[in-house]
């Protein structure tokens, strides 16, 4: 039984980890791609 309940707490345990870099990785390339339009839209601006 414990050894049950081990294995369902690991298996929860590596898949947030797994849901949490993925979604970290998401925001790193939105943010990115943020900044970029940000920076487009100042050059315009500055023009």
């Known amino acids: 039984m414990l ?4 294995v369902v707490v690991l298996t929860v345990a590596v898949l947030l980890t797994f849901t949490v870099h993925s ?4 925001l790193e390339i939105h943010g990115e ?3 970029d339009l940000i920076l487009e839209e100042e050059k315009k601006y500055w023009r």
């Open 23 to 26: 979604f970290a990785g998401d």
């Open 3 to 6: 050894k049950k309940i081990n």
């Open 33 to 35: 791609f943020i900044n």
